[in-house]
């Protein structure tokens, strides 16, 4: 079965750091962009984070820069979003989600809660 799964949401102080993991199986990443995406109660879904596996290239969201990296392990078939310094408002459902070259998005994770407190 082809399938992606988020994991590593928890709650933090904030300040803290979590680490959220993508696994894909059933398929590798290959020739894949894997993107984080987030969604809040009452806001729209937003792009937080991708990597382009063929080449590495990474964009991340003006309000996350300096304190979120994405990164992946294709050994194991994973990609990673550590988040450090976490703030208030990046408390949402993170979500993982695929895209075969410049294709869209067709290929999502369940989302993984990451709640942040003051």
């Known amino acids: 079965e082809v399938q992606l799964q988020a994991s590593g949401g928890g709650s933090v102080q904030a300040g803290g750091s979590l680490r959220l993991s993508c696994a894909a199986s059933?398929?590798?990443?290959?020739?894949?962009?894997i993107a984080w995406f987030r969604q809040a109660p009452g806001k729209e879904k937003e792009a937080v984070s991708q990597?382009?596996?063929?080449?590495?290239?990474?964009y991340h969201r003006n309000s996350v820069k300096g304190r979120f990296t994405v990164s992946n392990d294709n050994a194991r078939n994973t990609v990673y979003l550590q988040m450090n310094n976490l703030r208030p408002e990046d408390t949402a459902v993170y979500y993982c989600?695929?895209?075969?070259?410049?294709?869209?998005?067709?290929?999502w994770g369940q989302g993984t809660q990451v709640t942040v407190s003051s």
């Open positions: 989600a695929a895209a075969l070259g410049n294709g869209g998005y067709d290929m």
């Open positions: 059933g398929f590798t990443f290959d020739n894949y962009v």
């Open positions: 990597i382009s596996i063929s080449d590495g290239k990474t």
